[in-house]
């Protein structure tokens, strides 16, 4: 069984920075990429980072230089750390990933909340 766990939301203040973990558990299947979207009331769902099987990066606009994605493939885990932080990244951070097994199936995180003072 799939599962994602989170880890690392939580309460910072302006430029102040946080680390996110999503551990993937489960087993026969191939990760094809992993990441976050974010979501802030009233606002629509957003991509922040991916990061692929081939390890090829991709950010919002909103965060780059400030955010970085990486993932440690023996343990299945992706990581966001986020830099700089502004009140305006304040969201749940969902993470996400897409497998293959064969088919490619997408499976999502319950979400944990960030929120940045001002």
């Known amino acids: 069984q799939v599962q994602l766990v989170e880890s690392g939301g939580g309460l910072v203040q302006s430029g102040g920075a946080l680390k996110l973990s999503c551990a993937l558990s489960?087993?026969?299947?191939?990760?094809?990429?992993m990441g976050w979207y974010r979501q802030a009331p009233g606002k629509q769902r957003e991509l922040v980072a991916v990061?692929?099987?081939?390890?090829?990066?991709n950010y919002a606009d909103s965060v780059k230089g400030r955010f970085t994605i990486s993932r440690d493939n023996a343990k299945n885990t992706v990581y966001l750390q986020m830099n700089s932080l502004k009140p305006e990244d304040t969201a749940v951070y969902s993470c996400?990933?897409?497998?293959?097994?064969?088919?490619?199936?997408?499976?999502w995180g319950q979400g944990t909340q960030v929120t940045v003072s001002s």
């Open positions: 996400y990933t897409k497998i293959i097994a064969p088919s490619i199936t997408e499976y």
């Open positions: 489960g087993s026969g299947f191939a990760i094809y990429a």
């Open positions: 990061i692929t099987g081939g390890r090829s990066t």
